[in-house]
């Protein structure tokens, strides 16, 4: 009886100096002599394996919100008993429930394993693997959701970056519409090609409608001069015959320039453009180009990413 009386004194003196430690760090206050009576109380039956009545006991201290006791050790103490005592009656749940408010008060909390059975340990660290795993989990989900703000982020300013290009270049193109007429399409050498925007097929009917022209007009020149000419008698032969091909060329060249002009006339009738679009260039002021610079540059700086 003295030994047993020896050491509840002893841990009456260690809770109020632990209580007197604690104080300046968690604010509350300290061991009354109510609280550890009423604690002293529920230990006893504990101790004494009257399970039922400890429950009871417990409960009063630590079953309602907040609890009555307002000691940080002793509730940590009460939480412990008081699960443990449920967990000798068959209440495997509401134990795990007051191991976990244990363990969101003191996450680093350790249970003696010397002093309870492998029952209540077991199920102390299967609650703290568990918040453990959870708090690691809610940690990974709001790492994940970080990474997927920042390519959120990453990706809004990239658009807003081509967002500001885009109005960039419609600020400095402006569009001209020029109306073709159809006059311009009746003339030859690719002009109403060239009017349609059919720049390779222009290309093509100008330089060969050039050279059929340039060689009727060769021929045509050739064919007049032998004409006017006045060979001798021995000579009159083969300047007919000579001025018979320059005849016959100059009909050839004609020929071929004139269905090239007619083709080249009829082509850009039937695929007449009415509307001709141009874009022209148009510097920015010097004061919105500057600030277009100053907010494309914002935008492709990339912020720091945050270490884990």
């Not at 007051?98 to 077991?122: K, M, W």
């Not at 100008?206 to 000419?229: C, K, M, P, R, Y």
Request: glycine content about 4%; proline content about 6%; charged content about 25%.
């Amino acid at each position: 009886m003295f030994r047993a009386d020896l050491l509840q004194a002893l841990f009456r003196a260690l809770l109020v100096i632990a209580s007197l430690c604690w104080a300046p760090y968690v604010r509350a206050p300290i061991v009354r002599a109510d609280e550890l009576s009423e604690f002293e109380n529920a230990r006893g039956r504990y101790d004494r394996h009257d399970y039922t009545r400890a429950v009871d006991a417990f409960r009063k201290l630590v079953g309602s919100d907040p609890p009555r006791i307002t000691n940080p050790l002793l509730l940590l103490e009460s939480r412990k008993y008081y699960a443990a005592s449920l967990l000798f009656l068959g209440n495997a749940d509401e134990a795990r429930l007051q191991f976990r408010l244990l363990l969101q008060q003191s996450p680093d909390y350790v249970i003696d394993p010397l002093a309870f059975p492998t029952d209540v340990v077991e199920l102390f660290d299967e609650v703290k693997g568990g918040m453990r795993r959870d708090l690691e989990q809610r940690r990974e989900a709001e790492r994940s959701r970080e990474r997927e703000a920042e390519e959120r982020a990453a990706r809004e300013a990239e658009l807003r970056r081509q967002y500001l290009q885009r109005l960039r270049v419609l600020a400095e193109e402006r569009e001209v519409h020029h109306a073709n007429s159809r006059w311009v399409a009746t003339i030859p050498f690719g002009v109403g090609q060239f009017q349609n925007g059919h720049r390779r097929l222009g290309t093509v009917l100008a330089a060969t409608e050039s050279l059929a022209a340039a060689a009727s007009i060769v021929t045509f020149i050739g064919h007049q001069t032998l004409a006017n000419d006045r060979p001798s008698a021995s000579d009159v032969d083969a300047a007919n015959q000579q001025q018979h091909r320059w005849f016959a060329a100059n009909i050839v060249s004609f020929s071929a320039f004139a269905v090239l002009a007619i083709a080249g006339v009829v082509d850009a009738h039937l695929r007449f453009v009415p509307e001709r679009v141009s874009v022209e260039q148009r510097p920015l002021p010097l004061d919105l180009d500057r600030w277009v610079k100053e907010q494309a540059d914002k935008l492709t700086a990339r912020p720091p990413t945050p270490s884990p």
